[in-house]
């Protein structure tokens, strides 16, 4: 494949040093292309083109620039197959899940972004005799958008749309661990024509890149997705400079099967939502909270369905699992399933490499899909966001338990309600500490709606309206009528 490179100023670049970084396919742990190594030199150029853009672009009338916005999802939607095959080379996912959902997914986040701006109001207060106010919302300048790797297109224009669609512009960071698409988004993003400059990435090194995005004095807000400890670091360089920024960070998300949850309609929901994308999605369940007086038929019913799963080459159409996103992440995933072991849990299916993969497959990050039980609720294996294709099993006594039980973690991003007790969900649904519950489903995403979590899974809420409001700033304009 070619090289990826930067888009800075409206051109495809090289790092100024010259230096690149290769792109390993998890699935074979071979090369497949390399990305600019960029230095805080080329994150510089990069804000400088970004400012020189922002008179022009959010001066704009809006339709003009959600046209433009709405000119590149068509252009992802063409790319599709190619899109959807780069990201499952680069990051190991299942060539469907990109196909059918992550490359759809992020050419809807620019024309969800692009419509929402179209149907945006601002406040108006009314003082009666004494005049009234009115709430202009303006754009707050250069964004830093910084990106993780496991659903690497999506999650990236999920931050850049809502921020370019409000009239800011911004300067990218996808993971260094998955450049690719985020490449081709540079290229699309020329041939959409977005005027040169309001739209720039730059590849590398997230303590140098991302770090340099944090710290520049002209970057005033920074939206971050990543691990809660990354989080940490952002807040701590951002805060004295008093940043706007957003975190949606890392989840231990709890699913409850209540008592009289229907277990055959919930139980391919709750597979898929353990083990998509080898459970690296912030929102996969990784903690299944069964009512005691299920846990046997429940098991019955889910081992065999998860020892059924494929695991294999992510291009091939009959793997429903592919593989990890690289050798380390492996190796940090099967220590916490030996952590497990020691913490006394037992393993009830899955824990190792799959046995019967493809030669041309031996370097991979491969793991079949690992179920645990018998781990007390304080273990770190129970606390701890694990990030991979592993769940852990445990029984509750009352519905009160499930609730105490699904709260105690430091995490609040997601949790999943299995029942067909109306006034039971509502009630759980006020007293789980997360930022989405779902009931009776799961990932069914309503972009309208807001995004982001409790406690330590992040800090500020991203999604429709709330997203319009972080991008801009208020100012309060305030009539007063003649006496
Ligand atoms: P990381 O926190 O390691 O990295 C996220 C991004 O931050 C990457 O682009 C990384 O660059 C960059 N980065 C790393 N160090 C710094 C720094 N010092 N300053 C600025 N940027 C930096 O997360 P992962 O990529 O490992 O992603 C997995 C995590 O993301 C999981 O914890 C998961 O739960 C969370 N996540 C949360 C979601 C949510 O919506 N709440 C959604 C999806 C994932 P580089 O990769 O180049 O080091």
């Not at 150029?45 to 003009?64: C, I, Q």
């Not at 989840?251 to 459970?279: T, W, Y």
């Not at 009352?398 to 309600?417: K, M, Q, T």
């Not at 930022?435 to 009776?440: D, H, R, S």
Request: glycine share 10%; net charge negative; proline share 6%.
């Amino acid at each position: 494949m070619p090289d990826v490179l930067n888009l800075i100023d409206g051109a495809l670049v090289e790092a100024r040093d010259g230096g690149w970084r290769d792109s390993i396919n998890p699935a074979t742990g071979e090369p497949h292309t390399r990305c600019p190594d960029s230095s805080a030199a080329d994150v510089d150029r990069a804000v400088s083109a970004a400012r020189e853009a922002f008179p022009g672009w959010s001066s704009l009338p809006v339709a003009e620039r959600s046209d433009a916005l709405r000119r590149l999802a068509d252009l992802i939607d063409e790319h599709r197959d190619d899109l959807a095959r780069l990201e499952s080379i680069d990051q190991g996912k299942v060539l469907s899940q990109a196909r059918e959902i992550e490359i759809p997914r992020s050419a809807a986040n620019f024309r969800f972004f692009a419509g929402a701006v179209e149907h945006a109001a601002s406040s108006f207060h009314d003082m009666g005799g004494a005049g009234f106010n009115y709430t202009l919302r303006r754009p707050r300048g250069v964004v830093g958008c910084i990106a993780p790797w496991n659903l690497p297109l999506y999650l990236f224009t999920w931050k850049i749309a809502p921020a370019l669609a409000t009239g800011n512009t911004v300067v990218g960071k996808p993971s260094e661990l998955t450049p690719a698409t985020a490449g081709r988004l540079g290229e699309l993003a020329i041939e959409a024509g977005l005027p040169r400059g309001v739209l720039n990435i730059v590849h590398g090194d997230g303590a140098v890149v991302g770090h340099r995005l944090v710290e520049h004095p002209e970057v005033g807000t920074i939206t971050f997705t990543g691990g809660t400890s990354t989080g940490a670091r952002i807040a701590e360089t951002a805060g004295p400079l008093f940043k706007r920024i957003s975190l949606e960070l890392g989840g231990k998300n709890p699913v409850v099967v209540c008592e009289d949850a229907d277990l055959d309609r919930a139980m391919p929901h709750i597979v898929r939502s353990a083990f998509s994308n080898q459970g690296q999605i912030c929102l996969c369940g990784s903690r299944i909270l069964v009512h005691r007086s299920r846990l046997e038929e429940f098991m019955e019913g889910f081992l065999p369905r998860v020892s059924a799963l494929r695991t294999g080459d992510p291009l091939d159409p009959e793997s429903d699992l592919g593989a990890l996103v690289s050798r380390e992440h492996l190796d940090k995933v099967q220590a916490y399933i030996e952590l497990a072991r020691s913490e006394g849990g037992k393993v009830a299916c899955g824990g190792r490499r799959p046995p019967e993969l493809p030669d041309r497959l031996d370097g991979g990050a491969f793991l079949e899909p690992t179920v645990l039980m018998g781990l007390p609720q304080s273990c770190r294996t129970n606390q701890e966001e694990i990030f991979g294709p592993v769940v852990s099993v445990q029984g509750f006594d009352s519905h009160g338990e499930a609730v105490r039980r699904a709260n105690d973690v430091p995490y609040g991003l997601a949790c999943s309600i299995w029942t067909n007790d109306l006034s039971r969900a509502h009630g759980m649904a006020a007293r789980i500490d997360a930022g989405i519950i779902w009931v009776n489903c799961w990932m069914v995403r309503d972009l309208r709606t807001p995004f982001g979590g409790w406690k330590q899974s992040g800090v500020g809420r991203e999604g429709g309206e709330e997203a319009l409001r972080f991008f801009t700033e208020s100012t309060n304009v305030c009539i007063g009528f003649e006496p």
